[in-house]
Structures are given as structure tokens and as C-alpha cells.
């Protein structure tokens, strides 16, 4: 199971910081990743990080601004958001998969979901 927190609402240019712990088995050998969907959009993928650590991927519009980061040891992965935009509003979902890919069919496990909302 994957959970999911860290979300809230912030205003344009503030930074936040989502958390998703793994519990019953350990993530360690999965890639890690972070999707969103915003009202009336399909999911669409943030960021991912290979089983690793050491190789990260991220979609366009968090290029330079998200980081994501995971603890193996504490089966948690982070996204860091720095520069937060009201288009970055959405629920933020993390997910688990064997292949690091950026398609979230390709993903086995999922957090429930935490809503983030900038305000312009």
C-alpha cells in the first residue's frame, strides 16, 4: 500500500513538499512515481525515479522546479515543488511499478491521492 500526503493549498510561488510511504511490502526494487489530474484532465505524469535512486525523469512543466527524491530505507519517495503555478493544481497521486515508465498504465501500485491547490 502507498500513501499519500503533504498536500494543501498555497498560494503562487510557495513550495511544497508531498510524501508517499510505502507499508506491507517493500518499494525498494520499484520504480517510483508521481502522476496528477487535474478537474476534467486526464492523469498525466509528473515525475518518476528508477529503483535506484539515481535516475530521474520529469514531465515538462516540472523540469526545473519539482524534485523527486525517495529513501529506500524508509520506503518513502518525496516530490519536492518549488514555484508552485495555479496550473499545478490537481490531486497528486504516487505510484510503484517494475518498468519506470512514464505511462501510468505501467504502474501496479497507487496512492490514494492528495489534493494540491495553488492560488494565483
Known amino acids: 500500500q502507498l500513501q499519500a500526503s503533504g498536500g494543501g493549498l498555497v498560494q503562487a510561488g510557495d513550495s511544497l513538499r508531498l510524501s508517499c510511504a510505502g507499508s506491507g511490502r517493500t518499494f525498494s526494487n520499484y520504480a517510483m512515481a508521481w502522476f496528477r489530474q487535474a478537474p476534467g484532465k486526464e492523469r498525466e505524469f509528473v515525475a518518476r525515479?528508477?529503483?535506484?535512486?539515481?535516475?530521474?525523469y520529469y514531465a515538462d512543466p516540472g523540469k526545473g522546479r519539482f524534485t523527486i527524491s525517495r529513501d529506500n530505507a524508509k520506503n518513502t519517495v518525496l516530490l519536492q515543488m518549488n514555484s508552485l503555478k495555479p496550473e499545478d493544481t490537481a490531486v497528486y497521486y504516487c505510484a510503484a511499478g517494475r518498468g519506470g515508465f512514464t505511462s501510468w498504465q505501467s504502474y501496479e501500485y497507487w496512492g490514494q491521492g492528495t489534493l494540491v491547490t495553488v492560488s494565483s
Open positions: 525515479i528508477l529503483s535506484s535512486g539515481g535516475s530521474t
